[in-house]
């Protein structure tokens, strides 16, 4: 079985200021890794997402995570944000068993202030 | 593109009644679709895993009679809760999933049993 630690359950951060968002996994399988991003009163949108490769990832409004197999962790980072970059941020894990089932980080909020 | 609703985005019934709720894939077909449950301040806990013209197979202490899936198209899967009581509030998030390691996500549907 997986599990997903998301070390801070609030950010706050200024504009225009770097943010690092962490996620750590633990898990018996090999995984691909995920982050989702989800606005109030909306669905979770992906951010990006690790199946193979190049172990840097980017992904949609600027976002970039790292694998590190070593330290089982994904951590997010934006090296500017904005204040629309306020939202609740979530990392996900699925084995590469093929059963696509997603396990859940329990999220972070990311607050942008001006 | 890929865009998921859900309907209705908010529902209150009365305590012993059953409840449905539509997710739809809007310009996509989903072979697989995905209902989750999420409690404030938490994470999105899977409830199933449904596959279009087979049964839906439910997580472990999650009451397969109690909460109906169908999944009838490749563009519509049902949940129905069926004799809802106060502790079945909750905020129900679908998924669907075109391909392999590929969701997304509905809006979510809070429901809120009186």
């Known amino acids: 079985a997986q599990s997903v630690t998301q070390l801070d359950s609030q950010v706050p951060v200024f504009e225009e200021a770097p943010v690092e968002l962490r996620c750590n996994y633990s898990?018996?399988?090999?995984?691909?890794l995920f982050w989702y991003v989800q606005y109030p009163n909306q669905g979770l949108q992906l951010l990006l997402k690790?199946?193979?490769?190049?172990?840097l990832v980017k992904g949609i409004n600027g976002f970039e995570a790292e694998f590190n197999k070593s330290q089982t962790s994904f951590h997010l980072r934006k090296p500017s944000v904005h204040i629309s970059d306020t939202a609740e941020y979530f990392c996900?894990?699925?084995?590469?068993?093929?059963?696509?089932?997603?396990?859940f980080g329990k999220g972070t909020k990311l607050t942008v202030n001006p | 593109g890929a865009v998921v609703s859900q309907h209705p985005s908010w529902v209150i019934c009365k305590s012993g009644t059953s409840v449905k709720i539509e997710c739809r894939s809007l310009?996509?077909?989903?072979?697989?679709m995905f209902w989750y449950r999420q409690f404030p301040k938490q994470s999105l806990m899977l409830m199933a895993t449904?596959?279009?013209?087979?049964?839906?197979?439910?997580e472990q202490g999650v009451e397969k009679d109690k909460f109906l899936i169908n999944h009838a198209s490749l563009t519509l899967s049902t949940l129905t809760v069926t004799s809802a009581h106060p502790e079945d509030s909750s905020f129900y998030i679908c998924?669907?999933?075109?391909?392999?390691?590929?969701?997304?996500f509905g809006p979510g549907t809070r429901l809120t049993v009186t």
């Open positions: 449904s596959n279009e013209g087979s049964k839906a197979t439910y």
């Open positions: 898990s018996s399988v090999s995984v691909y």
């Open positions: 996900a894990v699925s084995d590469q068993g093929g059963s696509e089932k997603l396990v």
């Open positions: 690790y199946l193979s490769g190049s172990t």
């Open positions: 310009d996509f077909q989903a072979t697989t």
């Open positions: 998924s669907a999933s075109p391909q392999k390691y590929e969701q997304y």
